[in-house]
């Protein structure tokens, strides 16, 4: 499944390549495009599990950006 989320306030171009990163780490994440410029994620995951990434992946934004948020 994939899928495109708007991120509100991502503060800089290495924030997002840090969450990046660290997202294509995930069990079960196919792909990921974190852009500063847009401030959009594109995330592409199993089905099955795709809330349960989704989940991780919010709690690996507030890692790299504590008032960054995603808008599910």
């Known amino acids: 499944m994939k899928k495109v ?3 509100e306030n991502l503060d800089c ?3 997002a390549a840090k969450m990046e990163r660290s997202i294509e780490k995930i069990a079960g994440v196919n792909s990921v ?3 500063f410029m847009s401030q959009k994620l594109i995330i592409e995951a ?3 599990r795709f809330e349960q ?3 991780e992946v919010v709690k ?3 890692k ?3 008032d960054c ?3 599910r």
């Open 5 to 7: 989320f708007k991120l």
């Open 46 to 48: 199993d089905d099955a």
């Open 53 to 55: 990434i989704m989940d």
């Open 33 to 35: 495009n974190v852009s």
């Open 13 to 15: 171009a290495n924030c």
């Open 69 to 71: 948020s995603i808008k």
């Open 60 to 62: 690996v934004c507030k």
């Open 64 to 66: 790299v950006e504590p």
